[in-house]
């Protein structure tokens, strides 16, 4: 064993790397997350087949070509571990494993066919300032990778902060979102660009549909969607 080498060993001893999902230490040649987790996080598989309950979920509400989420959300699962570490633990990492994941699936499947732009939802100044980063950013720039496309950060932006929707219905969190964002008018994205929008979590679609509907007012018509988890009862 090189020094390189020891030196790895004794800071895993020390500072043991953990999988997010499970929490168990990661063995070697284990990256981001643990074996058992990748086998075990819940897929959709709805990029195999269209249409699929994303794309019935939005209906009649926006303009969409095809919408899908790669992992299914249940309370005290996994996956809703992975999304809190993600979000509010700085757990930057877990957006990149799970983009490059479900980018490559994407791109094999053709389910999309061409991207120019993938544009994470984005979030407040003020939730920016508090938080340090977007919890979609990495998770978009590693699907703009691995679809040959560009993450684009700069065409929506995010105007007011609103309140936690957690305990709110559909209806309540459409009325909050209402008029949350605008497009920038400087952004070089064309209108003709095929767009993937992409947010972290699905419930009831409220964020996603007002990002959406802002995109279409604007004439931007050639709109996807995509998500890292959907609630299991959406």
Known sequence: MNII?????MLNLLFPRLCPACE?????????????CRHEL?????????????EQ??????ALQKATAF????????????????????QQSIGTCLGHWFGALLYESHFFG?????????ISKQRH????????????????????????????????????????????????????FSINEDSPVNTNS????VDDLITTGATLESCAKTLNNAAYHHLSIAAIAITDNT
């Open 129 to 180: 300032r508090l938080r340090g980063y977007n919890q979609v950013r990495k998770f978009a720039e590693a699907l703009s990778l691995q679809l040959r496309s560009h993450c684009m950060t700069e065409l929506l932006v995010k105007t007011k902060d609103v309140q936690s929707q957690v305990t709110l219905n559909a209806n309540e969190r459409a009325k909050i979102l209402f008029n949350t």
């Open 5 to 9: 080498n020891k030196l790895h060993h």
């Open 42 to 54: 819940p897929q959709t598989n709805y990029h195999l087949f269209h249409p699929n309950p994303v």
């Open 24 to 36: 168990m230490v990661l063995s070697q040649g284990e990256r981001d997350l643990c074996t058992t």
């Open 71 to 90: 992992l299914k959300f249940q309370p005290n699962n996994k996956v809703q571990h992975l999304l809190h570490e993600l979000k509010y633990h700085g």
């Open 114 to 122: 061409k991207i120019d732009f993938v544009i994470p939802v984005p």
């Open 57 to 62: 979920l939005f209906q009649g509400r926006i």
């Open 194 to 197: 095929r767009i993937l929008l």
